[in-house]
């Protein structure tokens, strides 16, 4: 008898940590409108955080936000009901910045990264020394049996591996292509083997100054232009793709997302191509967020041969492809300074205290001509920049812009914001500019870039500096430009609000910002910096029904424990997708 009692005891306890991690539905009527209720419903309506007792949708929208009996009403016979049981519902999160194909692509590949990686099917291990780098290098060759099969390994940094050579990576194989794709995805190291494989000679990398032949390393347009387009082929093809962009729906959904921003269709030189695996592999109803596509221009002008009429015209007939999961933006993406995890960002002076110079993916003066030429053809214009001095030249090319044509009123947004000064924040303002944010830049870097031979403390504890931001009153969104962070928008909330590294460190508290703003940089912000904001990114009636129900209330709890929270189930366009592995 009382080992009965023990196992119906033990069953007890487990229904009720089950119970813990879910919502409670009466179903009456599946065509029937649902009230949520009982619960911390956050609306991220307004400059401070607005609750609700209830929230009814009815046909994928929103019907009704407020107090719990009148919803009752408004829901009408046979209505559904969902027992919050004091979780938190608020609006579905959104990353308006990450890659899709680029991650796919990386997903296909080996990591060996300075930090920790969680997915739904497994976890890796950071990787740091350049022992511990080569190590698993090796490790991941032997478990190769086809002697000939390309070997590609994603994650390295210098900062926390050292230097690597072709040289050193023919030491491992000289028979079998090795290539080592830096973190940042703009750098790349080859061995002998991967040179012949991709049949780069050295002769047709002669003078080009982003490339060192010898230590078979290609550095920003050196690697985008030379490598990319003789590698790309080998890896994007249909079941690759098919594979990883699977896996990548299982990393968004586990995110808690429900909008995402494919931020630079078209960098690997096809627009179609980039458009068709997502749209191929992610255009169902097993897909529980909306994507939106804004096309690289500068990538797409290159491979027209500079002709800017051309790549206009390739964007207009784009445009017409939004479809139920997609959405194509009215906007382009263009590019300032380099890498910031390569250091390759373009910094104001003193620049970098060990005397290297940072790199341009477009020249100030290129980037001008294809600012004015999108500018004046009314396309808002997102700008990836790192570093001061290429923030300095994206805001002189605005203020130009707006004084030749004061009557055009489109937006320009910043993309990453690593290193700045207090006064561009000011600057940023004063143009009428809006950010979208990195975090992960200094919780991964931060405690490599204070060095003296970096930036220092001053300019590398102050990355990223949100807080000059709020105090300007300059709208951001976070991101993660997925893979330089993992797709995790709580992490980056986490990071706004404590400033904390990787490594524990308490970086320039001055620039924290309220959760309450972190908040608004994952849902209401990013879908205004996404031309959005009329559909989602708060709780309000008309909207979209797209939610994300979460164990704990962001706002109420440690704010050092907000990346911690655990994410439940998301609702997407009224239809609920829980979250089975976390």
């Known amino acids: 008898m009382k080992k009965i009692l023990l196992i119906c005891f033990a069953a007890s306890l487990w229904l009720v940590s089950c119970k813990k991690n879910e919502t409670s539905t009466t179903v009456t009527d599946e065509n029937g409108a649902t009230v949520y209720y009982n619960g911390d419903i956050i609306t991220m309506e307004g400059n401070e955080p607005t609750y609700a007792e209830a929230v009814v949708v009815k046909d994928g929208k929103i019907l009704f936000v407020g107090k719990e009996d009148e919803a009752m009403k408004q829901a009408g016979e046979g209505h559904n009901m969902v027992d919050l049981e004091g979780k938190t519902l608020m609006p579905g999160l959104i990353d308006p910045h990450l890659h899709p194909n680029l991650g796919a692509m990386i997903l296909n590949t080996k990591f060996a990264t300075p930090f920790d990686w969680s997915f739904p099917w497994g976890n890796v291990k950071a990787v740091r ?159 529980p967020f909306r994507m939106q596509f804004t096309p690289d221009v500068n990538t797409l002008n290159l491979v027209n041969g500079g002709d800017f009429e051309k790549t206009f015209a390739d964007v207009k007939e784009f445009g017409q492809k939004s479809s139920a999961h997609i959405i194509i933006d009215h906007a382009i993406k263009l590019y300032a300074d380099g890498a910031f995890f390569g250091q390759n960002f373009q910094v104001l002076a003193p620049g970098y205290l060990d005397g290297h110079s940072g790199e341009w993916i477009m020249t100030p003066e290129n980037l001008n001509k294809a600012m004015k030429f999108w500018w004046t053809k009314g396309y808002p214009i997102h700008i990836h920049c790192n570093g001061s001095m290429g923030l300095a030249t994206i805001l002189d090319g605005l203020e130009k812009l707006q004084k030749e044509y004061p009557k055009l009123k489109q937006r320009l947004t910043i993309e990453h914001f690593g290193e700045s000064t207090p ?86 508290p001055q620039e924290r910002v309220s959760a309450y703003e972190a908040l608004k940089g994952i849902t209401i912000n990013a879908a205004d910096l996404m031309q959005l904001d009329k559909i989602t990114g708060s709780i309000k009636v008309g909207k979209k029904a797209d939610f994300v129900i979460l164990a704990e209330n962001p706002l109420k709890i440690d704010p050092m424990k907000i990346k911690d929270i655990k994410i439940l189930e998301t609702v997407f366009e009224g239809k609920s997708f829980p979250i089975k592995n976390q």
Request: aromatic fraction near 10%; avoid cysteine.
């Open 129 to 287: 020394g350049h022992e511990a780098f080569i190590a698993k290098v090796k490790e991941y060759e032997a478990e190769l049996k086809d002697p000939k099969e390309p070997l590609v390994v994603w994650g390295f940094m210098e900062p926390f591996h050292g230097d690597i050579s072709r040289k050193e990576l023919d030491g491992i194989s000289s028979t079998r292509p090795i290539m080592i794709w830096q973190y940042s995805a703009h750098v790349m190291w080859l061995n002998t083997a991967g040179l012949k494989y991709l049949n780069i000679t050295e002769k047709e990398t002669k003078g080009n100054s982003q490339i060192d032949y010898a230590s078979g390393k290609f550095v920003e347009a050196g690697f985008f232009n030379v490598v990319v387009p003789k590698w790309a082929p080998t890896i994007r093809n249909d079941e690759v793709m098919k594979t990883n962009m699977l896996k990548l729906r299982d990393l968004v959904h586990m995110g808690g997302l429900t909008t995402i921003g494919d931020m630079g269709t078209g960098s690997s030189g096809e627009l179609g191509g980039d458009f068709k695996y997502m749209k191929d592999n992610l255009e169902n109803n097993e897909t």
């Open 423 to 508: 006064e561009q924040s000011a600057r940023i303002a004063k143009l009428g500019a809006v950010v979208s944010a990195n975090p992960y830049y200094l919780y991964s870097m931060g405690d490599k870039y204070v060095a003296n031979t970096v930036l220092g403390q001053e300019r590398g504890s102050e990355m990223v500096r949100l807080g000059s931001l709020v105090k300007n009153k300059v709208k951001f969104a976070l991101h993660s430009d997925f893979t330089m962070a993992p797709i995790q928008p709580l992490l980056l909330a986490w990071i706004a609000t404590n400033r904390v590294t990787a490594d524990g460190s308490l970086m320039a």
